[in-house]
């Protein structure tokens, strides 16, 4: 495949076009069109960066709807790269391998399962390196001769449950047909191995790493695929690749995020929480190879860690959040910090190597996240995406800390107003993180469902709590909410709120809530216990019966270890009582519900619940349930995206920017971009 010139430079300059009075706000059609960089890589010798962009269709334009897309990029300087593949090519996984003279990455030709592939640095054309028949590969890793590649593919095919598919018996068995992935080794040479040894691990593998010396592999697992061991039962497995012995397994008692391999293979750094009821994955622990023991290196530290990367002198460079800012931070094996770089307005949010040479992704109030190479002590940007960013008149965005009423100082981060604050107050969203084991960063804080500067072009205040609950100020303080539902941690909000109106920014009348997952259960509370609070309130995917979350939820386990600490049976009323449904007889907020119709984490259900109780008791009150068919967790999709910020912006506008709660509901359907499809009455 033939590589192309990729035309950064003329990006840049006219970025570098200074705004001029044609500037103007945001809007949900920019948003819609958000590119950012993905996955980065660099070779050993750390000559080489490839990374990945992601972008969804720009269904504002009449794109096809779809998912997000990823483009495949290498840059020789800053501003410089070249496209690899086609368009229609959609890398994951990307990689170098070890001599540095192939860019490999995972993908699935037309109607083939997906492969591992490579494309050469130098030119030439891209070619199959491995693959399993009949399976996915997943993710993959490189033996460090290059000779081999380790692949995680999907469970054996079931002929048997196929045909009983076609056949109609299609029925559903829960939590007992499930299926473990598989790992196999194939050799790398000019044809593809067509019998890859398959090698057996115990439990689900969810990722394999390799020691320097081809001997060790380093191997994360779980019991079964269930989220909830991920969460709460995954471990590392030290594995004698010789003899597919399991040597040692790093028996860490919490959550377990990343897990790197030093240079000279005997040791690991691995982030992971500190006990069972640590609500996050945010401490770094050196592990020893040899035996597994391990040791946290900054427990009870008021930071997270967020990713790591050794470098070729054994050097470990760690990403560090502290509150809302971010630091580069560098260790010594011994634990000893070697020196820290403070990167300013960016906030750091992943690192990797080459040799000595070090790469970040970064983001900030103005752009969201791009390539940075370290450079001394700067950090030098090497790619400028989104050059329409520069048309953008963006709002004053800072951090700002309040006491909330029990003394405790809470950080937040405030967007304020386009051209600031009106006398008397601003209109103000809160709008609050999921988790809550999350945090936001005084980075870039606009998206989809953040209304961020979209609203603050629209005269709205925009506020971002880092309530009780949150991580990066210490695994104390993400406990504080725990077998407090809806105490502190919510109280810590309307707190912060209260600080607004205090300082001028916030009209106490007009004054509103949206928010995710735990966001949503956040915004939930806010139309009913805190009525009195909130005149609009948006939620999504959010929890509204803590009794019936029990046993609908794919989390259960970490439901109870890390946020009630208490089962439902144990405290039935007291459960009940943290339910906004318990409190809908206040309920005089008008609220938007929306929910992905597949949604195993926080159940559909739970939005119907709401919306019917509101319904029947509080009739009066405006109430409006949108769900998103194909979408979980979380909107995936160009059109729901799309869709989700115009309902959101147009639910704030009728009755947050008016102060009015008894005002006519929108229509059911928003006005969508002239060039979308179906946006005309008339369009077929």
Do not use: C
């Not at 950012?36 to 709807?65: F, K």
């Not at 004698?240 to 240079?263: F, N, Q, Y």
């Not at 309920?587 to 992905?596: D, K, Q, V």
């Amino acid at each position: 495949m033939t590589r192309r010139l990729f035309a950064a430079a003329t990006l840049m300059a006219s970025v570098s076009i200074a705004a001029t009075a044609a500037a103007r706000p945001m809007t949900p059609e920019d948003v819609a069109k958000i590119e950012s960089v993905g996955t980065i890589a660099i070779s050993e010798d750390g000559q080489q960066i490839a990374y990945t962009t992601a972008s969804l269709p720009d269904v504002t334009m009449g794109e096809d709807n779809g998912g997000t897309r990823q483009q495949l990029f290498v840059a020789d300087s800053p501003n410089a790269a070249r496209a690899y593949l086609p368009e229609d090519v959609s890398p994951g996984s990307v990689s170098f391998s070890p001599d540095g003279s192939m860019i490999s990455y995972a993908w699935a030709h037309g109607d083939e399962d997906r492969a591992v592939w490579g494309v050469p640095v130098r030119g030439g054309t891209s070619r199959k390196l491995a693959s399993v028949e009949g399976s996915d590969v997943r993710t993959y890793s490189w033996a460090p001769d290059g000779t081999a590649l380790y692949m995680l593919v999907g469970a054996e095919a079931d002929d048997q449950r196929a045909a009983q598919r076609d056949g109609g018996f299609n029925a559903i068995v829960y939590e007992e047909e499930e299926r473990l992935n598989r790992l196999f080794r194939a050799n790398v040479g000019e044809e593809v191995d067509a019998e890859p040894a398959e090698l057996t691990i115990p439990g689900y593998v969810t990722e394999m790493k390799v020691t320097a010396d081809g001997r060790t592999g380093i191997v994360k697992s779980a019991p079964t695929p269930r989220v909830d061991d991920a969460y709460t039962l995954q471990q590392v497995n030290i594995i004698d690749l010789a003899s597919g012995t399991v040597r040692a397994v790093v028996d860490t008692p919490g959550k377990l995020g990343d897990v790197e391999i030093s240079p000279d293979g005997t040791m690991l750094s691995m982030i992971a929480g500190i006990d069972k009821n640590d609500p996050a994955d945010t401490t770094l622990h050196f592990v020893n190879v040899a035996d597994g023991t391990f040791e946290a290196v900054n427990e009870g530290a008021a930071e997270a860690t967020v990713d790591t990367e050794w470098l070729a002198d054994g050097r470990l460079a760690a990403i560090i959040h502290v509150g809302a800012q971010s630091v580069l931070r560098f260790y010594d094996t011994d634990g000893s910090v070697e020196r820290e770089i403070d990167p300013g307005e960016l906030i750091l949010t992943g690192v990797e190597s080459g040799g000595n040479r070090v790469i970040v992704t970064a983001n900030s109030p103005t752009h969201p996240s791009e390539l940075y190479v370290l450079e001394g002590r700067e950090f030098r940007r090497w790619t400028t995406h989104n050059p329409w960013l520069s048309e953008i008149d963006f709002a004053t965005q800072r951090t700002l800390t309040y006491t909330a009423r029990d003394g405790q100082e809470i950080e937040g981060i405030l967007i304020e107003p386009l051209g600031g604050a009106a006398t008397g107050g601003s209109p103000t969203i809160m709008t609050v993180h999921g988790g809550p084991e999350a945090h936001y960063s005084n980075g870039w804080l606009t998206a989809y469902s953040m209304p961020g500067q979209v609203a603050a072009g629209k005269g709205y205040a925009v506020f971002h709590p880092n309530y009780r609950g949150s991580t990066a100020y210490g695994t104390a303080f993400a406990k504080e909410h725990q077998n407090d539902y809806a105490g502190k941690e919510f109280n810590d909000i309307v707190d912060g709120k209260r600080a607004l109106v205090e300082a001028g920014i916030t009209d106490p009348e007009r004054t509103g809530i949206t928010g995710g997952s735990y966001g949503g259960y956040a915004s939930a509370w806010g139309a009913t216990a805190q009525s009195e609070e909130y005149a609009a309130s948006v939620m999504f995917v959010g929890i509204s019966n803590q009794i019936s979350k029990f046993g609908t939820t794919d989390i259960p386990m970490e439901m109870y270890n890390v946020h009630a600490r208490k089962w439902p049976w144990e405290d039935w009323q007291g459960m009940l009582e943290v339910s906004p449904i318990y409190h809908v007889d206040k309920a005089e907020t008008p609220i938007l519900i929306m929910h992905g119709a597949e949604d195993t984490r926080v159940s559909p259900s739970q939005s119907y619940e709401l919306y019917r109780h509101i319904k029947v008791r509080k009739p009066e009150t405006p109430v409006r349930l949108v769900l998103f068919p194909g979408e979980g967790h979380g909107n995936s999709r160009a059109a729901s995206r799309y869709d989700y910020n115009l309902r959101m912006m147009r639910w704030f506008d009728t009755y947050l920017m008016t102060g009015d709660r008894d005002a006519a509901m929108p229509d059911p359907r928003p006005q969508l971009a002239e060039g979308a499809k179906g946006a005309m009455a008339d369009e077929e």
